[in-house]
């Protein structure tokens, strides 16, 4: 039985560091179109609601609106997430939605909506002509670009608006902005995926490469 492995060797956490140039870049400009926006919207995957999460994104927004949306809740177990939700509002956190950004016409996209225009109604708008804009962040391959073209297909009736695809990194620049709702007007931001530049231990390195973070 020479052949059988006696121990599991973790790998260096050094091994699991992603954060390419265009992520840098990416968060720098983010940081400077986020003075123009009424609010920030991060998407993360439902399957790790607490790993992974980019401080960074969340400080982005200032005092400004930040809504929580774990996507891909069709990946889950429906057990739980009450009780996910609630350990995230002890965070600060007061807008925690699940979603499944991939079907159309999903009931979770009229909540996120029905909660964005809430959040907006109920802050100071930056400019007089009444157009609302919502940056939306996180970490990569979470949906973005998903939530942004169901938005958009469901109450705008238009095409995909932002390139999606099963791999990391497919949006690698900030985006122009994407209308997806009439009354109020509201434009979104679309922004690449900006990951932790040091993950902080190897459990949540293996939890990032389970739901496809890494290779």
Same mark, same amino acid.
């Given at each position: 039985m020479a052949w059988v492995r006696a121990a599991f060797e973790l790998p260096h956490k050094a091994a699991v560091q992603w954060y390419p140039g265009h992520m840098a870049k990416g968060l720098q400009v983010m940081r400077e179109r986020a003075r123009a926006c009424n609010?920030?919207?991060?998407?993360?995957?439902a399957r790790i609601p607490y790993s992974g999460r980019n401080n960074a994104l969340l400080r982005l927004g200032g005092k400004k609106p930040h809504i929580l949306v774990l996507n891909?809740?069709?990946l889950t177990e429906v057990e739980g997430r009450t009780q996910v939700i609630q350990s995230l509002k002890q965070n600060d956190l007061n807008h &925690?939605?699940?979603?499944?950004?991939?079907?159309? *016409?999903?009931?979770?996209?009229r909540q996120i909506m029905e909660q964005i225009v809430w959040c907006l109604k109920n802050q100071p708008v930056l400019n007089k002509d009444r157009i609302f804009r919502l940056m939306v962040v996180g970490i990569p391959n979470t949906g973005k670009s998903s939530l942004i073209n169901a938005l958009r297909k469901t109450y705008?009736?238009?095409?995909?608006?932002?390139?999606?695809?099963?791999?990391p990194g497919v949006t690698r620049?900030?985006?122009t902005q &994407?209308?997806?709702?009439?009354d109020p007007?509201? *434009?979104v931001l679309d922004t690449p995926g900006v990951m932790l530049p040091n993950i902080q231990d190897i459990e949540m390195g293996l939890r990032l490469a389970a739901v496809g973070q890494y290779s």
């Open positions: 609010c920030v919207l991060e998407v993360h995957d891909k809740e069709d &925690v939605l699940y979603a499944n950004c991939a079907q159309d *016409y999903d009931e979770s996209h705008m009736h238009r095409g995909k608006a932002t390139r999606v695809g099963s791999v620049a900030v985006l &994407v209308r997806i709702y009439d007007l509201i *434009y």
